[in-house]
């Protein structure tokens, strides 16, 4: 039988990589008390924002205003997402408590995400690791389109491993590797294959997982990981999310069906599942539209009938 990990970590994404493709604007305010009430339900890690160029993904334009709005709950790890120099010296302005730098597996993605070759983002981000270990703040290397992109289709394992064992030469070292499924492109099978080989080539690194949905496989994909030991997962409140640079990405796998299922399956994660409903019921009024996520329309298994 499967020995299971007894604890999870897992990272609310949704306030960043949930809301930034969305086609309406969500108030400063909005985004504030969204952040807000995850901070206040168990979880300990939450991408925030991302410090990007307004005219690139106009929903983060007040990253700043929000950071700076939030109340910052002790224990809670608050992240943002930077692609440059210039997006680390603001996240280091706002004192984040974590940053996450990014690049693609694939060429094609990389150049129609963040207009450069994987080569120039792997300078660019020695540059941002300068920057972050002048300011003693520790970050995550995020790998996107690690199981598949959809300019490309397969992207080779070896591919992938080359770029994240260029990332941990990074001076500071990232304190996590994280691999990005960025349009859903996993299975199970391919899952414990790229994460096997990177437990075998770097062992005693931390690595996360980060799931779309776009497919239907989302959880079962973290089956597979949880298969491996893997204990860290990234998610999105209600399923929000896509990429605005990937043709099909839909949304992240949802918050609430990971915590659901993980506590069935005896797995703790320190989050209040009831209070993560309200969240998501709180972000998808503030996005107008109905929200994939299941748990938020079954609501969760809490006991059976009787028959």
């Known amino acids: 039988m499967t020995n299971y990990p007894t604890q999870v970590s897992i990272r609310?994404?949704?306030?960043?990589?949930?809301?930034?493709?969305?086609?309406?604007?969500?108030?400063t305010g909005q985004k504030i008390a969204l952040i807000n009430a995850l901070a206040n339900t168990g979880l300990k890690r939450i991408e925030a924002v991302s410090f990007v160029h307004p005219k690139a993904i106009p929903q983060m334009r007040d990253a700043a205003e929000v950071i700076a709005g939030i109340e910052r709950v002790p224990g809670v790890?608050?992240?943002?997402?930077?692609?440059?120099?210039?997006?680390?010296?603001r996240a280091v302005a706002a004192a984040m408590d974590e940053v996450e730098i990014f690049l693609s597996a694939s060429?094609?993605?990389?150049?129609?995400n963040v207009r450069m070759s994987?080569?120039?983002?792997?300078?660019a981000a020695q540059e941002i690791a300068q920057i972050l270990g002048e300011a003693k703040m520790p970050f995550d290397a995020v790998i996107s389109t690690a199981f598949g992109c959809p300019y490309e289709g397969d992207v080779p394992v070896e591919r992938v491993m080359w770029v994240a064992e260029k990332l941990l030469e990074l001076t500071p070292t990232p304190v996590r590797i994280t691999l990005g499924d960025t349009t859903g492109m996993a299975n199970p099978v391919l899952v414990d294959r790229i994460t096997g080989e990177f437990q075998a080539r770097f062992p005693g690194r931390t690595l996360s997982l980060h799931f779309h949905n776009t497919r239907g496989s989302g959880l079962?994909?973290?089956?597979?990981?949880?298969?491996?030991?893997?204990?860290?997962?990234?998610?999105?409140l209600g399923g929000l999310g896509g990429c605005p640079y990937a043709p099909g990405a839909t949304g992240n796998i949802t918050t609430e069906d990971l915590v659901n299922m993980l506590h069935d399956m005896g797995i703790s994660t320190g989050?209040?599942?009831?209070?993560?409903?309200?969240?998501?019921r709180l972000a998808q009024d503030y996005v107008g539209h109905e929200l994939p996520g299941q748990v938020l329309k079954a609501g969760p298994r809490t006991?059976?009938?009787p028959f």
């Not at 989050?271 to 998501?280: G, N, S, V």
């Open 12 to 27: 609310e994404v949704g306030p960043r990589d949930g809301l930034q493709n969305e086609a309406g604007w969500v108030p």
């Open 77 to 89: 790890n608050y992240s943002a997402i930077v692609p440059n120099a210039a997006g680390a010296r």
């Open 107 to 112: 060429e094609s993605h990389n150049r129609k």
């Open 118 to 123: 994987v080569a120039e983002s792997l300078a």
């Open 220 to 236: 079962a994909n973290v089956l597979a990981g949880l298969q491996r030991g893997v204990t860290h997962y990234d998610s999105s």
């Open 271 to 280: 989050i209040d599942l009831e209070k993560l409903l309200e969240c998501a």
């Open 303 to 305: 006991r059976l009938a």
